[in-house]
Antibody, heavy 117, light 106 residues
Framework: QLQLQESGPGLVKPSETLSLTCTVS??????????WAWIRQPPGRGLEWIAAVFVAGGALYNSALKSRVAISIDTASNQFSLKVTSVTAADTATYYCARHGPDLDYWGQGTLVAVSS | DIQMTQSPSSVSASIGDSVTITCRASQDIYDWVAWFQQKPGKAPELLVTSASTLQVGVSSRFSGTGFGREFTLTISSLEPEDLATYYCQQAYSFPTLFGQGTKVEI
């Protein structure tokens, strides 16, 4: 059974960089024609797709966040990662990683990241 | 970007009622729509793909319809475990965007 697990700090200071990792277990991240995505959800609000990374290389980003976001994949570790730079309180959210191809069919449980000094 | 306008934002219903949620896309997306259910404190779960294909294990009380720009998710004979927030998502092109969500309450 495929499982995804997010990890990273739960608190980040304003203007700093938020870094999260998603560890995939139960299958190789390189198997199949999938890509891997990050989605976030501010408290009490809806879902926002952030970015997706392709095993073969390349990435796609939400245009609203593109200047501050970087997604990467490490097939040897079966992980993919997200970095968000220059964070503000508006980046406070539960961050989910998910398998994307073409549907978001497997999700991690989510990790809450608060931006606060 | 293709926007998804979802309505209503919330609906109050009774056990046994039928509930219909609508999503309208800003352009033709054929049947590239998925629906998710999210219970409080949990990750979203995929219910429907390709506008009308139920995922394995999803109750037949859920049904999805639509093509082009207008899509609906119907929950027939509402049960207590259906209390959740439901989201549509366009899977036609990147960036993939979600509707605003519909909270189903009693």
């Amino acid at each position: 059974q495929l499982q995804l697990q997010e990890s990273g700090p739960g608190l980040v200071k304003p203007s700093e960089t938020l870094s999260l990792t998603c560890t995939v277990s139960g299958a190789s991240i390189s198997e199949g024609s999938y890509h891997w995505a990050w989605i976030r959800q501010p408290p009490g609000r809806g879902l926002e797709w952030i970015a997706a990374v392709f095993v073969a290389g390349g990435a796609l980003y939400n245009s609203a966040l593109k200047s501050r976001v970087a997604i990467s994949i490490d097939t040897a570790s079966n992980q993919f990662s997200l970095k968000v730079t220059s964070v503000t309180a508006a980046d406070t959210a539960t961050y989910y990683c998910a398998r994307h191809g073409p549907d978001l069919d497997y999700w991690g449980q989510g990790t809450l990241v608060a931006v606060s000094s | 970007d293709i926007q998804m306008t979802q309505s209503p934002s919330s609906v109050s219903a009774s056990i046994g009622d039928s509930v219909t949620i609508t999503c309208r896309a800003s352009q033709d997306i054929y049947d590239w729509v998925a629906w998710f259910q999210q219970k409080p404190g949990k990750a979203p779960e995929l219910l429907v793909t390709s506008a009308s294909t139920l995922q394995v294990g999803v109750s037949s009380r859920f049904s999805g319809t639509g093509f082009g720009r207008e899509f609906t998710l119907t929950i027939s004979s509402l049960e207590p475990e259906d209390l959740a927030t439901y989201y549509c998502q366009q899977a036609y092109s990147f960036p993939t965007l979600f509707g605003q969500g519909t909270k189903v309450e009693i």
